[in-house]
């Protein structure tokens, strides 16, 4: 007697979970999808092809991407961090009043639309994806338990799309034009066919790409081709001139403009970057940066001291500063945005490009990185940071357990403690190695300061406390902050975890610095 079939399901289940960082920053990129999987973009920036349909891919965007489908990946920053689900397909059937299972791949049994999520309570369910990540690491749930979590986050997902789903038509033409542009930049492009690909006027669209991208479509194609320069510059049988022609440059001329007004220097330099002598005027470190890169730095000077602009002590210290500088002679001088009053000063020395200003360490890096052609080198350091900071969150989890800490750094009169957020210091403690913050740590804010006398009691495990010298007064101030009864009646104090450490806050922006924090850390844990 044949079965009969009374119902058929489909079911989805989670095989595995993994945090990602893709770095191929303007290069194409295609890829064979392996299994089925949601994707989600919890950093970076960039355009996604699935299949034939172009998206965006930003912050909180998710995907579903099935097996064997193909992709293109083109990226707007230095690298997208994201996260990875992937899953299994099983449809379950009743035959003869007994239920029976089968992996299956057919387009019928789906339960997502395949292709970007549309989402309406996306940080929502961004959430219940990390935290999902979070107790796979660290084994907080059985297998069964994992998948009971991931079920309740896939009926959160299942609810939260409209039945029709939502297309912006505007955005999704835009997408497929930025798109075209990647394909065909070498190419002369008319505004009306990029326009005619997005299903707009020519007004509309590039009103509406400015509005989604914040430049305008010519400025985006020009970015575009200069990207694609840089490898050709690199070649020694190029010319400036065969370079810009090759990437859509009509004008060699026009070329170097657009390239110097991008890259911070002409071709002809960066055609050289690995010989020029650099000469940094940064506060946040760049020396290390470059010492990282096995890139000597000729000078490195930092005129933003936190002294009173234009009084004489000042107007000294900026007169030596600037003679060492000048005594380097450096090719090319790197600088950030506190010396951007000095940007004339600078330029007279030598040529000077002014960082962006940005609170990721990594970002900032790799356009050092590339300013001086160590592109490798960086990815390199970016791999062994990450299994550093592994192996040491596992051995502080080991030492430490839930114990709290507090990162201090004391001024003259004055404390200064380090948030939970938006500094590379915080992020490598609380984000990376996963440490406790103590009950005076903000949660929500970069750092805040206290007067020494008064400090609000606070109780916390371990304090570890940087005495900024370069001002008149920590001494003293370290002692009277000894001497205070809030200091002395503390958890830590009383249990000698009290631990004196070098400037981490200066060393937080540089593969080496941040190398260097974890070897404290561990070294200041070890005998506990």
Same mark, same amino acid.
């Given at each position: ?9 489909? @079911? ?8 990602? $960082? ?77 239920? !029976? ?10 339960? @997502? ?87 707009? #006027?020519? #007004? ?29 510059? &690199? +070649? ?38 690995? +010989? ?22 000729? !000078? ?15 107007? $000294?210290?900026?007169?030596?500063? @600037? ?5 380097? $002679?450096?090719?090319?001088?790197? !600088? ?11 330029? +007279? ?35 062994? @940071? ?27 009169? &004055? ?56 001002? !008149? ?50 070294? $200041?844990?070890?005998?506990?």
């Amino acid at each position: 007697m044949s079965s009969f079939v009374q119902a058929q399901y489909p @079911l989805v289940f989670l095989s595995s979970i993994h945090k990602r $960082r893709y770095r191929q920053p303007n290069n194409l990129q295609t890829f064979i999808v392996p299994g089925d999987m949601i994707l989600v973009i919890t950093a970076g920036n960039g355009i996604i092809r699935i299949g034939k349909e172009v998206f965006t891919l930003q912050l909180n965007h998710s995907f579903y991407l099935r097996e064997s489908s193909e992709i293109e990946v083109i990226l707007e920053s230095s690298y997208v961090d994201y996260y990875i689900m992937v899953l299994n397909r099983v449809t379950a059937a009743k035959r003869n009043g007994k239920w !029976a299972y089968s992996v299956t791949h057919s387009d019928k049994s789906e339960l @997502l639309p395949p292709g970007k999520l549309p989402l309406t309570n996306i940080k929502q369910a961004v959430e219940r994806v990390k935290q999902l990540y979070v107790d796979s690491r660290n084994h907080a749930k059985h297998a069964a338990g994992l998948q009971l979590q991931f079920q309740s986050l896939l009926q959160f997902i299942l609810q939260d799309i409209p039945e029709q789903g939502i297309v912006e038509t505007a955005s999704k033409g835009i997408d497929q034009s930025i798109g075209y542009m990647y394909k065909h930049y070498h190419e002369k492009i008319k505004l009306d066919v990029l326009a005619d690909i997005a299903g707009l #006027t020519e #007004t509309s669209y590039s009103r509406s790409f400015k509005k989604a991208k914040g430049v305008s479509p010519v400025e985006y194609l020009n970015q575009i081709r200069i990207d694609s320069s840089k490898q050709l510059l &690199q +070649q020694q049988d190029c010319s400036v001139k065969e370079v810009a022609d090759s990437v859509g440059f009509g004008n060699e001329f026009y070329f170097s403009k657009m390239f110097k007004r991008s890259i911070g220097m002409s071709p002809s330099f960066y055609m050289r970057r690995q +010989q020029l002598k650099i000469g940094a005027a940064s506060c946040f470190h760049y020396h290390n940066n470059l010492r990282s890169l096995g890139v000597k730095e000729y !000078a490195a000077i930092n005129c933003h001291r936190n002294l009173p602009y234009y009084t004489d002590e000042y107007n $000294r210290m900026l007169s030596n500063q @600037l003679n060492e500088l000048r005594n380097a $002679r450096p090719d090319i001088i790197l !600088a950030d945005y506190r010396h951007t009053l000095l940007y004339e000063q600078l330029k +007279q020395i030598a040529p000077t490009i002014l960082l962006d200003y940005t609170m990721d360490w990594r970002k900032n890096h790799m356009r050092i990185a590339e300013l001086v052609g160590r592109e490798k080198e960086a990815q390199q350091h970016f791999s062994q @940071l990450e299994q550093k900071v592994n192996y040491a969150r596992k051995m502080l989890a080991l030492k430490l357990g839930d114990e709290t800490l507090s990162v201090i750094r004391l001024y003259d009169h &004055q404390l200064r403690v380090q948030g939970l957020t938006d500094h590379p210091l915080n992020d490598l403690l609380f984000s990376e190695l996963g440490l406790k913050p103590s009950s005076i740590v903000p949660l929500h804010e970069r750092l805040k300061d206290f007067a020494i006398d008064k400090m609000p009691p606070f109780e916390t495990d371990h304090i570890f406390l940087h005495k900024h010298l370069q001002l !008149a007064g920590p001494e003293e101030s370290f002692s009277r902050l000894q001497q205070s009864q809030s200091w002395q009646g503390m958890k830590a104090i009383r249990n000698n975890r009290f631990y004196l450490i070098s400037n981490w806050i200066g060393l937080s922006w540089s593969p080496e610095g941040q190398n260097q924090i974890i070897d404290e850390l561990l070294e $200041r844990t070890k005998s506990l």
